[in-house]
């Protein structure tokens, strides 16, 4: 299994004007000048506002003779989730609110139980947004299974869900191994609430 083919990587985010006043030591209205003058290259966002990338901040930093910590700089460590549904406009939804989040994420796409156990050995992701009604293997087994092979990630966190809350008691799902349980449709701030309790 190419996992690859199905990877999405979200890259470091850029600054905000107050991430660079902050470092700065200075005012937002006093970023806002220096990109409006030139020295400091910036774009916008989709909502208008104002975002620098690391590269071209450090550019002006050395242009400016000011000083460059080399902490602030270095790309944080990527956490890696598996998507695991079969359903691509839920899989859609998931990696759009992934993706606007300010954080280092590197997504892989699973569509059935077998396929989730294979990545989940060739990824070795971090989170399991798993789906539990799937395909050729649930995702109870795959709960059960993930736990019991220690070639998977020993620290993998398992966020379940369901839009069968008829079908699957919560108290099932999570003995079966799952660390959360949620259910679709679900509240976009519920669901990044309970990514960043787990691998946060």
């Known amino acids: 299994m190419n996992y690859r083919a199905t990877l999405e990587c979200i890259p ?12 700065c030591h200075t005012t937002v209205m006093q970023v806002n000048r220096w990109i409006k003058i030139g020295e400091l290259k910036a774009f916008h966002n989709p909502g208008g506002q104002s975002r620098i990338t690391r590269r071209e901040f450090r550019s002006f930093l050395e242009r400016n003779g000011m000083p460059v910590i080399r902490e602030f700089f270095l790309a944080k460590k990527e956490k890696k989730i598996l998507v695991a549904d079969d359903d691509p406009s839920v899989v859609n939804a998931i990696s759009y609110l992934l993706r606007a989040q300010q954080s280092n994420f590197e997504v892989a796409v699973s569509k059935d139980g077998y396929e989730t156990l294979i990545m989940a050995g060739d990824f070795k992701p ?7 009604r799937m395909p050729k293997l649930d995702g109870l087994e795959v709960c059960r299974r993930l736990r019991q092979n220690s070639t998977f990630n020993p620290g993998i966190k ?3 869900i369901t839009g069968h809350s008829d079908a699957y008691d919560r108290d099932c799902v999570l003995q079966c191994g799952a660390n ?12 990044l609430d ?7």
Not at 126 to 132: F, Y
Not at 180 to 191: A, Q, R, T
């Open 12 to 23: 470091e985010p850029p600054l905000t004007t107050g991430d660079i006043a902050r470092y």
């Open 126 to 132: 971090d989170l399991v947004i798993l789906d539990i």
């Open 158 to 160: 398992i966020l379940a």
């Open 180 to 191: 959360e349980y949620l259910l679709k449709p679900f509240d976009k701030n519920s669901f």
């Open 194 to 200: 309970y990514v960043e309790r787990l691998i946060g």
